[in-house]
């Protein structure tokens, strides 16, 4: 700590002795400061947080090794060395995440949208492909910063989304980013606890969903990033699947016959989540890994003779 802050203010302070700090000069003194601190991708986060302060790209940072760095661009790279720093997610301080095709703005009001999550769009994506009908609905429940819904409107054209989220707040950064995917006009989203706000005559080609899934048992050990997304994205009760399960209850009401459920889970809960759908009129159920070999996402299909 104290040989971090040494180092930090060495960082700067010669910027007062009218060195000249350059982008080079910059990058190798914030990666040393980030890898003191212990943060495994310090090259990778020390090179995305001043190429999106220089707003340049990650090559151009390479071929502008020599360019000068002015004392305001110093002081805020500082900032944001600081927040990173102390743990806080490298996608919160530069604001975004890139997830399926598109950039997606994060705040830490959302969860940031992670790979494994895509699983859950090409799902959706196969599935509406497959039904062939001329305009699927689909629910994106508990939409976050609207990574999901957003990637299968813009790649479907004649998809209807509805994103339903309890924090107002996740609301507004999901509206901003389907506003910038341009998919907002084929989309409504609802603040509401799960389903519940959703009208009872409503019925859902797709339902997807990344419900909080962590147990209580695994909240207190999380990794110091992961601890700074917002709890109520993240918690899933004493075993992880109080939302699951209440989602299982009330999806039953709002799915087509035909209609597809896709939710992700935690690896450990997948005999768990299997129960939940046993007898209660769904089959089909598939189970997909992630690029670690996990399971991870659960798909099933709403027994047609109903
Ligand atoms: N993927 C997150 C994690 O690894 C959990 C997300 C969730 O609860 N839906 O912690």
């Given at each position: ?23 080079g ?7 040393e400061?980030l ?12 090179e995305?947080?001043?190429s999106?302060l ?5 090559v ?5 090794l ?26 919160y ?5 890139w997830f ?5 703005k994060v705040t ?8 494994e999550?895509?699983?859950l769009?090409?799902q ?7 039904t062939?009908e ?11 910063s ?20 309890v ?5 507004k ?12 006009e ?5 603040c ?18 990344n419900m909080?899934?962590?147990s209580?048992s695994?909240?207190?050990?999380l ?7 917002p709890?109520?994205a993240?918690?899933?009760g004493?075993d992880?699947?109080?939302w699951i ?6 999806v ?5 016959p035909?209609?597809m ?16 759908f046993?007898?209660?009129?769904y089959d089909g159920m ?19 003779e109903?």
């Amino acid at each position: 700590m104290i040989v971090a802050s040494i180092l930090f203010s060495r960082l700067f302070s010669s910027v007062m002795n009218r060195t000249k700090w350059t982008v080079g000069k910059v990058l190798v003194r914030a990666k040393e400061l980030l890898r003191e601190k212990g943060i495994s991708q310090h090259g990778r986060d020390a090179e995305e947080m001043l190429s999106v302060l220089l707003n340049l790209s990650r090559v151009e940072l390479y071929t502008s090794l020599d360019r000068p760095m002015n004392l305001e661009e110093l002081e805020e790279y500082k900032a944001m060395l600081r927040r990173r720093m102390a743990g806080e997610p490298l996608q919160y301080i530069t604001g975004f995440e890139w997830f399926w095709k598109h950039r997606f703005k994060v705040t830490p009001q959302v969860l940031i949208p992670r790979p494994e999550t895509e699983i859950l769009v090409a799902q959706a994506i196969a599935f509406i492909d497959d039904t062939k009908e001329p305009s699927p609905l689909v629910c994106d429940v508990g939409i976050g910063s609207g990574a999901i819904l957003g990637s299968v409107l813009a790649d479907r054209g004649h998809v209807l989304g509805v994103g339903t989220d309890v924090s107002y707040e996740a609301l507004k950064v999901a509206k901003e980013n389907l506003l910038r995917l341009k998919v907002m006009e084929r989309c409504s989203l609802v603040c509401t606890c799960l389903m519940r706000g959703i009208r009872p005559e409503e019925r859902f080609s797709v339902v997807v969903a990344n419900m909080p899934y962590v147990s209580s048992s695994e909240m207190g050990s999380l990794q110091r990033e992961v601890a700074m997304e917002p709890r109520i994205a993240l918690d899933g009760g004493p075993d992880g699947l109080f939302w699951i399960s209440q989602l299982v209850l009330q999806v039953a009401h709002h799915l087509k016959p035909g209609g597809m459920l896709a939710i992700e889970i935690s690896p450990q809960q997948v005999d768990k989540v299997k129960l939940l759908f046993k007898g209660k009129g769904y089959d089909g159920m598939k189970v997909l890994k992630d690029h670690l070999g996990r399971d991870r996402v659960v798909t099933v299909v709403r027994t047609k003779e109903r």
